[in-house]
C-alpha cells in the first residue's frame, strides 16, 4: 500500500511541479510528465503483485470530513481496473509530451500536464477507494480533470461546446451516484464499503433502486446508450493521448463502479441481468452503426467505444444471470470476458487514439475522406494502427478475439442451459456479438482502406511523416500488448480468480472449477494461433523463393483497361459503407444534402451526409427544451431582489422553528 | 489424437479443388454443354504458382499480405471441421468460435488487399462482401447453436460426434431448418448464385472475383486454392449436420461424407443453373430469411427441452 501512495504522491507532486514551472514549457512538459510515469511505474509494482496472488492490501486513516474515512484497499478486482490505468496512462503521458509540441502558442504545457496528471491520481484513487465520499471526491476530480483536458483548445467553439457537453453529461450522472450513495448509506448506516457489504440483503425494492441509480449513474461514465451522448463530442475535441487515457480507461471506471456496486447489493435478480443484456445490445450493435456512419476518424473512435462498453455490458449480463441462475460456467465466463476486454480495450483503444493522434499531427484533418495513402508514408503508424484494427475487430491471433471467446463460449454455455430464460438471452448475445462483430469488421476495413490504403485523395496527405520516438514507443508498446494478450490470454485470464470471487459470489475452489473449461480452451487457441503464424511464415518464404527466378513487375491497378485511373475514382468511406448505412438506415438517420447536375448544361453537383447522434437529437435536446421550459415557471421566485431572499431566509428559518418546536 | 484425425484436414487440403470443377461440371451438363475438366482448378493453380508476378505501384504490404493470410486462415480453420467419422486434430470446446473467427480474418484479409489497390471496382467488392458478412454471420452463429443445443457439446467435432441418427429422429425439424440457414450461408460466404455469380465477367455486378482482380500469378494462385478450401470447409460443416455418420465403421463413414460433398457440389450447380443472381438489394432479405430459418430452430430445440 505504500508504493501505491507512493505512486499517488508522485503523480500529485507531478501536478504541482509542473504548475510551478509555468514560466517554462519545457520545463513544465518535463516534470508533469515525468511526474506522471514515474508514479504510474511506482504503484504499478503492488498492482502486479496482488494480481500474481498476493494477498489483498488495505489502508485507513482518519479524515475530518463528515461521514468520510480515508479507507483504500486493493483487491483483485481493483488491480484488474489498475492495471490498464497505470499502463496506459504512462504510454500516452510519453506520447503527450511529443503530441502537445505541435500545439505550441495554442495550449499551455503547464496547464495541460497538471491536469494529467491529476486525472491519473484521481482514476487510481477511485478505483482504490473504500468509503463513498473519498469515492465521490475522487470521480468528482476525475471528471473535474478530463474537462480541463478536453477543453484544452478552448480557443475553438467546438471544443468548448463538445467541453459543456460533458461538464453537464458527467454532473447528471454525479447527481444520481450521490443519491445511490445516500440510499446505501442510510441502510447501512455508514458511508463505508465494508459496512455496505455487512447490510446485506437489502430488500429487493431497494436493492433495484441502488441497482437502476447505478446504472444511471456510471452508465453515464461508461457510455451506456442512451447515455452516450458526450463521447462522440468529447473525444474529437480532447488532444488525441488525452483521448486515449479517456476512452481507453476512464469510461472503464463506470464498469468499475457498476461492478463493484453489485457486490454491495447480494445475489442478483433476473431482471438485472436481462437489463445488461438489453443494454449491451443496444449499444453494442448501435454504437457501431453510428460509427460506421462518421467521417471524422476520433468521433467514429468514440463510437466505437460506445460499442465495446455494449460487448463488456453483455459480458457482466451473461455473468450476472448464471449468478442468478446457479450456472458457475456462465457467471465466471461471462464476468471473465467482461474483465478482459476491458483491459483489451485499453490496449487496442489506446493504440487507436494514438494512432489517429500520429494521423492529425501529420496532415491536419480528422476528415477520413480527405485521406489516403498514409500507410506508405507513414509506416510505423500505418501497420501498427492495422494491428489495433484487428484486434477491435475480435479477429484472431489478436486480443480482441480473445475477450470475445469467453463472451461467446459464455453464451453458448447459456444455451445449453435448461431454463429457457437463460438460453433466450444467452441467444440474442450470440446474434448480437456476431452481427457486431460483422459491423465492426466493415467499420474497420473502411478507416484502415480509407486512411491508410489506396492513393493520397487531398494535398494534406503529401507532407506526412511518421511521428518521432515518443509517440511511436507507446504504440509499438501497446501493440505488442495486443498480440502478446492474443496469443496468450491464459496469462491475464489465469490471474482473475480475485476479481471474480466478489462479482460471481462463489468460493475460490468453485471458481478455479469453473475457470478451468475457460482455461483449457484458451490454451487451443495458443496453439491455433501458433499454427495459423507459423502457416503464414512458411507461406510468404515460399512465395518469396518461388518468385525469386521469375519475373516480377509494377503496373497501374487495373481499372477495366481505363489506362488513367486517378485517386478521386477510389471508393470514398461514404461509398464504402453505403450498403449498411441505407439497410440500417431507420436507425441512422443519416441527412443528406445535395446540389444534383440539371439541365442540358449542369452546374457542379455536390453531395454531403451527416450522422448526428439520433439520442441528443431526439431525446435529450426535447427533454431539456422540456425541463427548462417547465421550470421557468419557477421562475418567479428568482428575480434579484435581495430583501426578497433575506425574507425566503427568514421565512424558511421560522418554518424550521415551527415544525422543530412542534 | 488419433492417425484418424489428420484425415479431415487432408482430405480437404487434397480434394477441394474438386468441388469448384464438379459444380461447373453439373451447370455444364445441365445447359447442354460438355464444359472443362473435373480436374480443372488443379490445372489452373498450377499454371498460376508457375508465373511470375505483377504489383500495381498503388499497392503495398497489405496487398501482399492478402492472399497468405487468407490461405493460412482457411487452412487453420480446416485443421478443425471433422469430417466422416473422424474427429478434427484441433478440437476443443468452443472451437466453433475459432472457426467463425477464422473465416472473418479471410475475409478481412481479402478486404484490405482490395482496398489497398485503390481500384473504384475493387472497393465495391469489399464494400459488398463486408455488408453480407455481417448479415450472415449471426445466422451461422445461430445455426451453430442450434447444433450445439440439440447435441449438449460445445466442440465441433464432439457435436458432429454426437449427432447420430438418434438425434435427428428427436431433432429432425429444427435440424432441416438449420440445414437450411447453412446452405444460405454456404452460397453467400463461397460468393456462389444467387448472392454472387463466380462465372460473370462484369466487374461491376461481381463480389468476390471482383476484389482479387489485381491479384495475378502465384498470389492468385493462392487465393484459388483458398477459394476452394472454404468451399470444402462450410460443406464439411453442411455435410456433417445433413448425415449421421457415427453409426457407421470409419471408412463407410468416409465414403458417405464423400458423396455427401459430391452432392452439395452437385446440388449447388443446379441451384447455379436454375436461379439467376438476386439483385443486391435483396441479397439482405435472403440473409435476415436464413436468420429468420435458425431462430425458428433454435425455439423449436428448446421448445423440445422444456416440454
Not at chain 1, 483536458?149 to 459543456?164: C, H, K, N, Y
Not at chain 1, 485499453?346 to 487514439?353: Q, S, T, V
Not at chain 2, 469430417?83 to 478486404?111: E, Q
Not at chain 2, 457407421?248 to 436454375?274: C, D, I, K, N, S
Request: net charge positive; charged share 10%.
Amino acid at each position: 500500500m505504500l508504493l501505491i501512495l507512493a505512486g499517488l504522491g508522485l503523480l500529485v507532486l507531478g501536478a504541482i511541479a509542473s504548475l510551478m514551472a509555468a514560466r517554462s514549457p519545457r520545463r513544465a512538459t518535463l516534470l508533469g510528465v515525468g511526474g506522471t510515469i514515474a508514479g504510474c511505474a511506482c504503484a504499478l509494482v503492488p498492482v502486479v503483485r496482488v494480481l500474481l496472488g498476493h494477498a489483498p492490501e488495505s489502508l485507513r486513516l482518519p479524515w475530518s470530513v463528515p461521514f468520510g474515512v480515508f479507507a483504500l484497499g486493493l483487491d483483485g478486482l481493483s488491480g484488474f481496473f489498475l492495471l490498464p490505468i497505470l499502463a496506459l496512462s504512462a504510454l500516452a503521458a510519453l506520447y503527450g509530451s511529443e503530441y502537445l509540441g505541435a500545439f505550441r502558442g495554442r495550449v499551455v504545457p503547464a496547464r495541460a500536464w497538471p491536469f494529467f496528471a491529476l486525472l491519473v491520481a484521481a482514476m487510481a484513487l477511485v478505483v482504490l477507494a473504500r468509503n463513498g465520499v473519498l469515492f465521490l471526491v475522487a470521480w468528482e476530480i476525475m471528471s473535474l480533470a478530463a474537462y480541463f483536458l478536453v477543453v484544452l483548445e478552448d480557443e475553438t467553439p467546438a471544443v468548448r461546446s463538445a467541453g459543456w457537453t460533458y461538464l453537464v453529461a458527467t454532473h447528471l450522472g454525479t447527481a444520481f451516484l450521490i443519491v445511490m450513495f445516500v440510499v446505501l448509506g442510510h441502510e447501512a448506516g455508514s458511508l463505508d464499503f465494508e459496512r455496505f457489504g455487512a447490510a446485506l440483503p437489502l430488500a429487493a425494492p431497494l436493492a433495484g433502486l441502488v441497482f437502476v441509480l447505478a446504472m444511471i449513474g456510471f452508465g453515464t461514465k461508461a457510455g451506456f446508450m442512451p447515455l452516450h451522448v458526450w463521447l462522440p463530442e468529447a473525444h474529437p475535441a480532447a488532444p488525441s493521448h488525452v483521448s486515449a487515457v479517456m476512452s481507453g480507461v476512464m469510461i472503464k471506471l463506470g464498469i468499475y463502479g457498476l461492478l463493484r456496486t453489485l457486490t454491495f447489493l447480494g445475489p442478483p435478480p433476473a431482471w438485472w441481468g436481462w437489463t445488461l443484456v438489453a443494454v449491451g445490445l443496444t449499444s453494442g450493435v448501435l454504437g457501431v452503426l453510428f460509427a460506421l456512419a462518421q467521417h471524422d476518424l476520433k468521433r467514429l473512435l468514440a463510437y466505437c467505444s460506445v460499442e465495446n462498453i455494449g460487448i463488456i455490458a453483455l459480458g457482466i449480463g451473461g455473468g450476472l444471470l448464471g449468478v442468478h441462475h446457479g450456472s458457475a460456467a456462465l457467471a465466471v465466463l461471462g464476468f471473465a470476458g467482461a474483465l478482459l476486454h476491458v483491459v483489451n480495450h485499453a490496449l487496442f483503444k489506446g493504440l487507436l487514439f494514438l494512432g489517429a493522434g500520429a494521423v492529425v499531427h501529420a496532415t491536419g484533418t480528422r476528415e477520413m475522406d480527405q485521406l489516403g495513402g498514409l500507410l506508405k508514408r507513414m509506416p510505423w503508424t500505418g501497420s501498427l494502427f492495422v494491428v489495433g484494427a484487428a484486434a477491435i475487430c475480435g479477429l484472431p491471433p489478436l486480443n480482441g478475439f480473445a475477450s470475445e471467446f469467453l463472451v461467446f463460449l459464455g453464451a453458448y454455455q447459456g444455451v445449453l442451459h435448461p431454463a429457457a430464460a437463460v438460453a433466450g438471452p444467452a441467444l440474442a448475445v450470440l446474434a448480437g456479438l456476431a452481427l457486431i462483430g460483422g459491423l465492426a469488421a466493415a467499420c474497420f476495413a473502411k478507416v484502415i482502406g480509407v486512411v491508410f490504403l489506396g492513393e493520397a485523395r487531398s494535398g494534406h496527405v503529401a507532407q506526412a511523416h511518421d511521428p518521432g520516438t515518443a509517440m511511436t514507443l507507446p504504440m509499438v508498446v501497446l501493440a505488442s500488448g495486443c498480440v502478446l494478450v492474443g496469443l496468450a490470454p491464459v496469462l491475464l485470464v489465469g490471474r482473475m480468480g480475485g476479481a471474480l470471487e466478489p462479482l460471481t459470489r462463489l468460493p475460490a475452489v468453485a471458481i478455479e472449477l469453473a475457470l478451468a473449461p475457460a482455461l483449457l480452451p484458451l490454451q487451443w487457441i495458443t496453439l491455433a494461433a501458433a499454427v495459423l503464424l507459423a502457416l503464414v511464415g512458411t507461406l510468404s518464404i515460399w512465395r518469396r523463393r518461388r518468385l525469386a527466378g521469375r519475373p516480377v513487375r509494377e503496373a497501374l491497378t487495373w481499372d477495366c483497361g481505363y489506362a488513367r485511373p486517378t485517386p478521386r475514382m477510389q471508393y470514398t468511406g461514404s461509398s464504402f459503407v453505403r450498403p449498411l448505412t441505407r439497410l440500417f438506415g431507420g436507425f441512422l438517420r443519416t441527412r443528406t444534402t445535395r446540389v444534383a447536375p440539371v439541365g442540358p448544361f449542369p452546374g457542379p453537383a455536390a453531395l454531403a451526409t451527416a450522422t448526428p447522434d439520433v439520442f441528443r437529437d431526439a431525446l435529450f435536446r426535447p427533454a431539456f427544451r422540456m425541463a427548462s421550459g417547465t421550470l421557468a415557471k419557477l421562475r418567479w421566485l428568482q428575480h434579484g431582489r435581495v430583501q426578497l431572499y433575506v425574507l425566503y431566509i427568514l421565512l424558511t428559518l421560522v418554518v424550521l422553528l415551527v415544525w422543530k418546536l412542534r | 489424437m488419433t492417425a484418424l484425425a489428420a484425415l479431415p484436414p487432408l482430405c480437404a487440403l487434397v480434394l477441394a479443388p474438386l468441388l469448384p470443377g464438379i459444380i461447373t461440371r453439373t451447370r455444364c451438363w445441365l445447359t447442354g454443354r460438355r464444359g472443362p475438366p473435373l480436374l480443372q482448378t488443379y490445372t489452373d493453380i498450377g499454371k498460376l504458382l508457375a508465373k511470375g508476378a505483377v504489383y500495381s505501384r498503388t499497392t503495398t504490404a497489405v496487398f501482399r499480405a492478402g492472399p497468405l493470410v487468407g490461405l493460412a486462415a482457411v487452412v487453420t480453420a480446416a485443421a478443425m471441421v471433422p469430417f466422416g467419422t473422424a474427429a478434427a486434430p484441433l478440437a476443443f470446446p468452443g472451437d466453433l468460435i475459432l472457426l467463425c473467427g477464422l473465416l472473418a480474418l479471410m475475409r478481412f484479409a481479402t478486404v484490405l488487399a482490395a482496398l489497398d489497390t485503390g481500384s473504384a471496382f475493387e472497393g465495391m467488392g469489399a464494400s459488398r462482401e463486408v455488408q453480407f458478412a455481417a448479415l450472415a454471420e449471426p445466422a451461422l452463429v445461430l445455426a451453430l447453436a442450434v447444433v450445439v443445443r440439440s447435441t449438449g457439446n460445445l466442440s465441433l467435432s464432439g457435436a458432429f460426434g454426437a449427432l447420430t441418427s438418434a438425434a435427428w429422429a428427436s431433432e429432425g425439424a429444427a435440424l432441416v431448418l438449420v440445414l437450411g440457414t447453412l446452405f444460405v450461408v454456404y452460397l453467400t460466404e463461397n460468393a456462389r448464385v444467387p448472392v454472387d455469380d463466380p462465372g460473370t465477367h462484369l466487374e461491376l455486378t461481381m463480389i468476390h472475383e471482383v476484389m482479387v482482380l489485381d491479384h495475378g500469378g502465384p498470389d492468385l494462385g493462392l487465393i484459388h486454392y483458398a477459394a476452394a478450401l472454404k468451399l470444402w470447409v462450410l460443406g464439411a460443416l453442411l455435410v456433417g449436420v445433413a448425415l449421421p455418420v457415427q453409426d457407421l465403421m470409419p471408412w463407410a463413414g468416409l465414403l458417405v461424407a464423400l458423396a455427401g460433398m459430391l452432392v452439395l457440389a452437385v446440388l449447388v450447380g443446379v441451384v447455379e443453373t436454375v436461379m439467376a443472381r438476386l439483385k443486391l438489394l435483396r441479397v439482405p432479405q435472403l440473409l435476415v430469411g436464413a436468420t429468420a430459418l435458425a431462430v425458428l430452430a433454435v425455439v423449436l430445440v428448446m421448445r423440445g427441452r422444456v416440454g
